[in-house]
């Protein structure tokens, strides 16, 4: 039996990446999604393959929030929420305009708070629980030069989720929430690095293969895969807890000895 069969979810940022590898294997165990982004025709094409919903829209935008809850309880219910949309600027901190650095973090961490704010209340009117999972970063865990501003947004949603998970768990929703933490992931964020802040465009799978002890990038299936662990029911006694996926970058280093 599909894990998944019966319960209803929200993904942001579903587009492409994670989020649409995320969408893909939720909807192959029998969930029915809504995807929000801004990339109208890949999000559209993705929904009509899953057989899931569509919706235009910017995570940090409030108003547009209601429309996106409604979307997912004209399914019946609302168990999985997955706030993954994000964006990534680089450069050292001190060369950071306000603009960009106000944008990051309201994509990144506004954009968290608002799918708990507007999801939280709708899963409790159904009364099912639920699974939350909040993306994060391995920048989230540890500091890294020229990413100071995304380290920010991602430690913040780290403890966003171990707060929220701590507030469900006192009100006895039956909601739990967890983050995931990706290391280097083959994924379209590292086309969209803007130019002028890094040597762009970077290429992440010379970049893991250098500092990545497994030696290799992760696919965006491999954090999918993760993501469906917290929000089936395997992971009914997980809460508050970060998920890593980073081929054992946080671990430390490794020396590859020439035979």
């Known amino acids: 039996m599909a894990r998944l069969e019966g319960k209803v979810g929200i993904i942001t940022g579903a587009a ?5 590898a995320t969408a893909r294997v939720l909807a192959r165990e029998g969930a029915k999604l809504v995807l929000t982004d801004l990339d109208d025709a890949a999000g559209e094409a993705l929904a ?3 057989g899931g919903a569509y919706l235009h829209h910017d995570v940090t935008d409030e108003a547009g929030w209601p429309a996106v809850i409604a979307a997912a309880e004209r399914f019946g219910r609302l168990d999985i929420l997955v706030a993954n949309a994000g964006i990534g600027i680089m450069g050292p901190a001190i060369e950071m305009s306000l603009a960009d650095w106000r944008k990051q973090m309201a994509i990144n961490v506004d954009g968290v708070f608002l799918t708990v704010k507007f999801g939280i209340p709708a899963m409790r009117r159904f009364g099912h629980g639920g699974s939350i999972v909040m993306l994060s970063s391995v920048a989230g865990l540890r500091g890294s030069a020229g990413l100071a501003g995304y380290s920010a947004t991602k430690g913040a949603v780290r403890l966003f989720a171990k707060s929220m998970a701590l507030e469900c768990a006192q009100a006895g929703d039956g909601i739990r929430v ?3 933490h990706p290391g280097i992931i083959a994924t379209p964020i590292w086309e969209k690095i803007p130019a002028g802040r890094s040597n762009a465009p970077l290429d992440p799978h010379k970049i893991a293969e250098a500092s990545v002890p497994l030696g290799v990038a992760s696919g965006p299936e491999d954090i ?4 469906l662990y917290l929000v089936s029911d395997a992971a009914r006694h997980v809460t508050g807890s970060e998920l890593v996926i ?9 020396t590859r000895l020439q035979g």
Do not use: P
């Open 178 to 180: 967890n983050s995931v």
């Open 224 to 227: 999918a895969e993760g993501i």
């Open 16 to 20: 492409s990446g994670i989020g649409a």
């Open 246 to 254: 980073d081929g054992g970058l946080t671990a430390g280093r490794v």
């Open 48 to 50: 009509g393959e899953i």
